[in-house]
Every structure is written in C-alpha cells, then in structure tokens.
C-alpha cells in the first residue's frame, strides 16, 4: 500500500466519523429541544435509513459497483489526499449539521434531515468498507 492509498483510506474514515459526531452532536440538540416526542425522528426512522442506504450500497451489485468506481476515480485523481479535498469534504459535512441544527430550531419537523443525513453517513460508512475491499484487491494498483 503506497503513502497516497494510506492517505485517502484515512480521509474516508475521518469523513465517516466527523458525520457521526456532527449528527450525534445534532441528535443530543434534537432530543433537547424536543424531547421524547423526537424519538421516532432523531433516531428510529433516520437509523431505517442509514441501514437501507449502507445495505443498498454494500450488497446491490450496481450500487456497489458504482460507489467503487467513485472511489477508485477519487483516489486516481487525488481527491482525499490534500488538503484542499478534505476542507471540502468537512464543509459539507458541518453546513450539513448546520442546516439540520436550523431545523430543529424551527416549527417544521426535522425528521426529513436527520434521515438525509443519516443517508449520508450510511453512504459515508459504505466507502469505508469498500475502501478496504478495494486495498485487497490486486487489480487495484493498476493504473
């Protein structure tokens, strides 16, 4: 495994963490704010779709191909490796929160994003695993 390959697995597992903590850290606002009654919003419908979006993008064969080929051109184009891309990817990530904080914070439900973010870290937590099926790959190294 070269240093660059070492680099963008690293960014991928940043990424999925920083989500996570961003969403608990909106999660614990959330139940603050609403309390019990946010349950099914915060955590029981969000967590379905984390779960669907990380099962779809693991075990359905054109998804998965598809998110391995995103990041097999990432890498092969020097996404994740500098710093530039990984400001990017934490930009998204923190309006991401700071929309769903936003939300929480107004009359509508906030249901819909804590589910898409959910989503999102579903996705994020998919690369991470296929980040690893790809490094055992030998095919991977051929440019």
Do not use: K, N
């Not at 660059?4 to 999660?27: E, G, K, N, P, V």
């Not at 606002?29 to 993008?57: H, K, N, Q, S, Y």
């Amino acid at each position: 495994m070269d240093a660059a390959w070492a680099r963008f697995r690293r960014m991928q597992i940043s990424l999925a963490l920083a989500a996570s903590l961003a969403y608990a850290a909106c999660a614990l606002e959330g139940w603050r704010r609403l309390g019990g009654a946010g349950l099914r919003g915060i955590v029981l419908l969000p967590g379905a779709v984390f779960g669907l979006t990380l099962a779809a993008a693991l075990f359905v064969p054109p998804l998965r191909t598809a998110v391995s080929r995103h990041l097999l051109t990432s890498y092969r184009t020097g996404f994740g490796q500098g710093l530039v891309s990984v400001a990017v990817g934490l930009t998204v990530i923190l309006a991401a929160a700071g929309f769903l904080l936003w939300r929480i914070h107004t009359p509508q439900d906030p249901a819909p994003a804590f589910s898409a973010l959910a989503a999102g870290i579903g996705l994020l937590v998919a690369q991470v695993v296929l980040v690893r099926r790809l490094e055992r790959d030998p095919e991977i190294r051929e440019d």
